[in-house]
């Protein structure tokens, strides 16, 4: 995907995410997408948790030089109480994130594209990496972990 489509990735994921659980029981939500996995209900909270952290990361990169972006332990928030929250907390999260993220996304300078932060775990990371690697994450999530076991449920 091109830097457009990516940032229009960013912006479409509230509606395609709150699509992918409407109509969703507890007893649904609380359903791991595969064996070991994280339930429906956490994946949820875990793009908002995710999302946020990489917005916060790009802000960095494009107001310090190469800064420390740091990481966190997915598995152990996914753990925490807020996980067990219904849905509509992190929906009303991504919602608000998104729509500042595809905006702040959107008014980057070609010339800030390759801006750089050091990840502990990754390494050098550019502006340009992280947009497409959140561009696809959410798309997976939804895609692949959530409507996969929807299909694979008959839900």
């Given at each position: 995907?091109?830097?457009t489509q990516?940032?229009?990735a960013?912006?479409?994921?509230?509606?395609a995410?709150?699509?992918?659980?409407?109509?969703?029981s507890?007893?649904q939500?609380?359903?791991p997408?595969?064996?070991?996995?994280w339930?429906?209900r956490?994946v949820?909270?875990?793009?908002?948790?995710s999302?946020?952290?990489a917005?916060v990361?790009m802000?960095?990169?494009?107001?310090?030089?190469?800064p420390a972006?740091?990481?966190?332990?997915?598995?152990?928030?996914?753990?925490?109480?807020?996980?067990?929250?219904?849905?509509?907390?992190s929906l009303a999260?991504?919602?608000?994130?998104?729509?500042r993220?595809?905006?702040?996304?959107?008014a980057?300078?070609?010339?800030?594209?390759?801006?750089?932060?050091?990840?502990?775990?990754?390494g050098?990371?550019?502006?340009e990496?992280?947009?497409e690697t959140?561009?696809?994450?959410?798309?997976?999530?939804?895609?692949?972990?959530?409507m996969g076991?929807?299909?694979?449920k008959?839900?």
């Amino acid at each position: 995907m091109d830097r457009t489509q990516n940032i229009n990735a960013i912006r479409a994921l509230p509606d395609a995410l709150e699509a992918s659980i409407r109509g969703l029981s507890d007893a649904q939500l609380d359903t791991p997408y595969r064996q070991g996995g994280w339930t429906v209900r956490q994946v949820v909270h875990h793009l908002a948790d995710s999302h946020i952290n990489a917005f916060v990361r790009m802000k960095l990169i494009l107001t310090e030089e190469n800064p420390a972006l740091k990481p966190y332990d997915q598995d152990d928030w996914a753990k925490l109480d807020d996980s067990r929250l219904p849905p509509a907390s992190s929906l009303a999260i991504i919602r608000g994130l998104h729509e500042r993220w595809a905006v702040l996304l959107s008014a980057v300078p070609e010339t800030s594209w390759g801006r750089k932060g050091f990840h502990p775990e990754r390494g050098e990371v550019t502006l340009e990496s992280m947009l497409e690697t959140y561009a696809r994450h959410g798309a997976k999530h939804v895609e692949q972990h959530i409507m996969g076991l929807r299909r694979t449920k008959g839900w």
